[in-house]
């Protein structure tokens, strides 16, 4: 409960004045915005500047400045409040979580996000855009939650994590965006966040479609978008028509054990980013980061990241979809390559069921014992699929009951350590939603 006040208190404040002086009056999607009588002479350039960073249906925009398909469904409580369109989505969700084996454990905690957007034009041809996205995680502890393959970051400051997840700071995002149209689908933009995600990878994955709707982390997560949370980014970026070309500097430092502070912003590493939406089902994106002493216990490694995805999303029915995502990343050190791959889908056949499955496979040389130490490089593998079955409140709020089960892939020099070769996993949750 104090969980929820605490984040709900957050969000009040974040978007006060339109929730408080107009609380029922949500909008329905401008999928095309309402075309201005103002433009002689640049007809339509700004009726069909509906997105935030440049003209394209404002579904492509996914978290930080990652692109998702245009065929995504955007949901979420829409309010305007003079010149500005709010936007509130959030979920929370209650999960019971069990690992199998020695090096599993089981908890009870709670996950989820509450993001709150305000958007509005400036000038003829500038749009800006704030952006606030908290999370209930740092109450979970600092340890974390057991999830067996799991590594990166720590949760005390003193012992990295192996085998849990890391809780994520209680602001994920704190942003504001400026875009400026050059020609009718031509935009520059510039992005500054702390904390923000910078242009490397796909959208994290508590935004992707393919796999939002369950509590589990990736083990994938920092081979693909463990940078989603940086404490200090500014990107610039270049948009026409379906593709986007943006540079970050950004702070490399994962965020400390203190999950409910915003640490001193830096700007000491590097991301590129590539994104073409070659049609309105299709988002891929190709991106390159140089992260300087991205792990607290070992100040003095940087790292080199490539990555790869292609999203592949089709909506059906009423308010229905199927989503699926492909991606590799690559972390290089000096410790050598290490590449993860991540295949996930979720099909939504109706506003009830949600059904979803992972696939991920990581070369990691963090798994042996002693745990966080470089040893040599283990593949692992897991799966894992869930469903949830919504039920809804009111127009906006849905209660959801879901499970999920996993199974994770060991090789023979780590069987002794996880008990067997295949260590599976489960996790209950129930979870509100506003959308
Ligand atoms: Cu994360």
Do not use: C
Not at 173 to 192: K, N, P
Not at 275 to 289: F, G, H, K, V
């Amino acid at each position: 409960m104090r969980l929820l006040l605490a984040t709900a208190a957050a969000a009040a404040l974040f978007a006060a004045p339109a929730l408080a002086q107009d609380p029922g009056h949500d909008m329905p999607m401008p999928a095309q915005p309402q075309p201005t009588s103002d433009m002689a002479g640049m007809s339509g350039m700004r009726s069909m500047m509906s997105a935030a960073l440049g003209d394209y249906a404002i579904n492509r925009e996914a978290s930080g400045t990652s692109w998702q398909p245009d065929a995504s469904p955007h949901a979420g409580l829409h309010l305007m409040q003079g010149p500005w369109m709010v936007m509130v989505h959030a979920t929370i969700d209650g999960v019971y979580d069990w690992q199998q084996g020695p090096r599993g454990g089981d908890k009870a905690f709670v996950s989820g996000m509450l993001m709150a957007m305000a958007k509005r034009e400036v000038g003829d041809r500038g749009t800006v855009q704030l952006r606030a996205m908290l999370s209930p995680e740092p109450f979970m502890g600092k340890s974390g939650f057991p999830e067996l393959l799991q590594t990166g970051e720590t949760a005390n400051g003193v012992t990295p994590l192996v085998d849990r997840q890391h809780p994520h700071d209680l602001f994920m995002e704190l942003s504001g965006a400026y875009a400026y149209r050059l020609a009718r689908q031509d935009s520059l933009f510039v992005y500054a966040g702390l904390p923000g995600e910078p242009a490397f990878g796909p959208p994290a994955f508590m935004h992707r479609l393919s796999i939002m709707d369950s509590p589990e982390a990736p083990i994938t997560h920092h081979w693909l978008d463990s940078t989603h949370i940086s404490m200090g980014v500014v990107t610039a970026g270049y948009i026409h028509r379906n593709w986007k070309l943006e540079v970050s500097r950004f702070r490399g430092r994962e965020p400390d054990q203190h999950r409910f502070d915003i640490e001193a912003p830096k700007l000491d590493s590097t991301a590129a980013r590539i994104s073409w939406n070659p049609s309105a089902n299709w988002a891929l994106q190709a991106s390159w980061a140089d992260q300087k002493s991205p792990e607290q216990l070992e100040p003095d490694e940087n790292i080199r990241r490539w990555s790869a995805s292609a999203i592949y999303t089709v909506p059906f029915g009423h308010g229905g979809y199927w989503s699926t995502t492909a991606a590799w990343g690559r972390r290089t050190s000096a410790h050598g390559d290490l590449d993860g791959y991540a295949l996930e889908s979720a099909v939504r056949p109706n506003l009830d069921w949600t059904i979803f499955a992972r696939a991920e496979r990581v070369a990691s040389d963090e798994l042996a014992l002693p745990p966080g130490a470089h040893g040599p490089a283990v593949t692992v593998g897991k799966v894992s699929v869930g469903a949830v079955r919504d039920f809804s409140l009111t127009p906006h709020w849905s209660f959801g009951v879901g499970g999920l089960y996993a199974i994770n892939f060991v090789p023979g020099a780590l069987r002794a350590s996880y008990g067997r070769s295949e260590p599976q996993g489960a996790m209950g949750f129930v979870r509100f939603k506003l959308d």
